[in-house]
């Protein structure tokens, strides 16, 4: 089993549509959580982070953690055509160096 | 600030080549990273240097070397290439600030190198 799980997709959205990305851990004693975007040819870049249980907002992201459930999630809202890459999460356990990706979810947002 | 440079960006080998991926950060970073990335398999880590004359193995090493040659300098090479090595490859590196910023990973534009 893969140590972080997401859907690979991919999730098609219309424009304007909330975007909902899930993301699955094993490593119970993980303490750090990201989401990466990648554009197709380039290289991942950080959107979101976030450390603790519940929500956190930047603009239309919202990336939501629940350490019970091992889960995490990405919400884009009013999603643009402009959104559409693969999504990956990535997370860093107790060890502290290493950071784990997912195999990530392809994202398209037709007009 | 040209922030992480990897070269080359396109390599074709055949079986049995060597060659090196070179990597260089100017962000006084501690940490780097190489990963390699593969259709539906999200990027899976090499090797990693978590401070300059340190490295450790990641999920994937075998058939990898690598030296952190100075505190901006870490190379990954491949003594005697293979099909399955076929991948794009990344750098990243990591500062440890406090606050906002921190654990933030900084990537390479990639090194997309095919094995014949």
């Known amino acids: 089993q893969k140590e972080v799980e997401q859907n690979s997709g991919p999730l098609s959205v219309p424009e304007g549509a909330i975007a909902s990305l899930n993301c699955t851990y094993s490593?119970?004693?993980?303490?750090?959580f990201f989401w990466y975007r990648q554009y197709s040819g380039k290289s991942p870049e950080l959107i979101m982070s976030i450390y603790s249980n519940g929500d956190k907002e930047d603009g239309r992201f919202t990336a939501q953690l629940n350490k019970a459930s091992q889960y995490v999630s990405l919400l884009i809202r009013d999603s643009q055509p402009s959104d559409s890459a693969t999504y990956l999460c990535a997370v860093r356990g107790n060890a502290g160096n290493m950071l784990t990706f997912g195999g990530g979810t392809r994202l398209m947002v037709k007009p | 600030n040209a922030g992480v440079t990897q070269t080359p960006k396109f390599q074709v080998l055949k079986t049995g080549q060597s060659m090196t991926l070179q990597c260089a950060q100017d962000m006084n970073h501690n940490s780097m990273y190489w990963y390699r990335q593969d259709p539906g398999m999200g990027l899976r880590l090499i090797y990693y240097?978590?401070?300059?004359?340190?490295?450790d193995k990641g999920e994937v090493p075998n058939g990898y070397n690598v030296s952190r040659l100075n505190k901006r300098e870490f190379s990954l090479r491949l003594e005697s290439a293979a099909p399955s090595q076929t991948s794009v490859y990344f750098c990243a590196s990591r500062n440890r600030p406090q606050g906002a910023g921190a654990n933030v990973l900084t990537f390479g534009a990639g090194s997309r190198l095919t094995v014949l």
């Open positions: 240097s978590a401070s300059e004359g340190t490295t």
């Open positions: 490593d119970r004693g993980s303490q750090s």
